[in-house]
């Protein structure tokens, strides 16, 4: 399977614990992006990566997510103290990139609910 | 004024029938359009990409691009009920960075009836 990888499919967590998802993407893509999607919404952008440098984070990124992406392949999202409202699907997605004029498409991975009790 | 407007339906259409979906944008700016498919649970797939000006066909599914009018529109033929779905449009905003992100709609229900 070559397609976007994210683990663990579903998390549930008690409010004030610290959790950590992983996103692999496909192998010959460069930029991978963080996004947050809840219940009839749109995916929200969170932050996205070229390589393993972070180049954009959205204010929805409070201080408490924290995202890495090391060797420029995988990347980790990690929540500390998880709130109520952080309960949603955390999607991955990658691409190629960069270039000059449109964008790249994005692909999805299968996405990480998480549930905040 | 939302970055990119949908209907979020539903929109119920016969088995066969030709369902139209739409969507606004509101940056003059915006460079990349995009048509996602999201069956209910499952995480967005790409069903399609627009970046200039007028229709671009792929199978039962044809985009429409209208930068003047700031409008962007799905059709999809002959619809099946596995069509059954949410679709989302998403628009990159050409940012002098060229980041990729992408602004989502709320998405359009779509209801194909057997």
């Known amino acids: 399977d070559t397609g976007v990888s994210q683990d663990p499919r579903h998390k549930i967590t008690k409010r004030g614990q610290n959790v950590t998802f992983r996103c692999d993407p496909i192998s010959e893509h460069n930029r991978l992006y963080w996004y947050r999607q809840t219940l009839g919404q749109g995916p929200e952008f969170l932050t996205y990566f070229q390589n393993e440098a972070q180049l954009e984070k959205s204010r929805l990124l409070s201080d408490r997510f924290s995202a890495e992406r090391p060797k420029g392949s995988f990347s980790t999202l990690e929540i500390q103290r998880t709130e109520q409202g952080d309960s949603a699907m955390y999607l991955c997605?990658?691409?190629?990139?960069?270039?000059?004029?449109?964008?790249?498409?994005?692909?999805f991975g299968p996405g990480t609910r998480l549930t905040v009790t | 004024q939302k970055e990119v407007e949908q209907n979020s339906g539903p929109l119920s259409v016969p088995e066969g029938a030709i369902a139209s979906l739409n969507c606004t944008y509101s940056?003059?700016?915006?460079?990349?359009f995009f048509w996602y498919r999201q069956y209910s649970g499952k995480s967005p797939e790409l069903i399609m990409s627009i970046y200039s000006n007028g229709d671009k066909e792929d199978g039962r599914f044809t985009a429409q691009l209208n930068k003047a009018s700031q409008y962007v529109s799905l059709l999809i033929r002959d619809s099946q009920p596995s069509d059954s779905a949410t679709y989302l449009c998403a628009v990159n905003r050409g940012d002098s960075s060229n980041t990729g992100k992408l602004i989502f709609g709320q998405g359009t229900t779509l209801q194909v009836k057997p």
């Open positions: 997605a990658s691409s190629l990139g960069p270039r000059t004029g449109p964008v790249y498409e994005q692909y």
């Open positions: 940056d003059r700016g915006s460079q990349s």
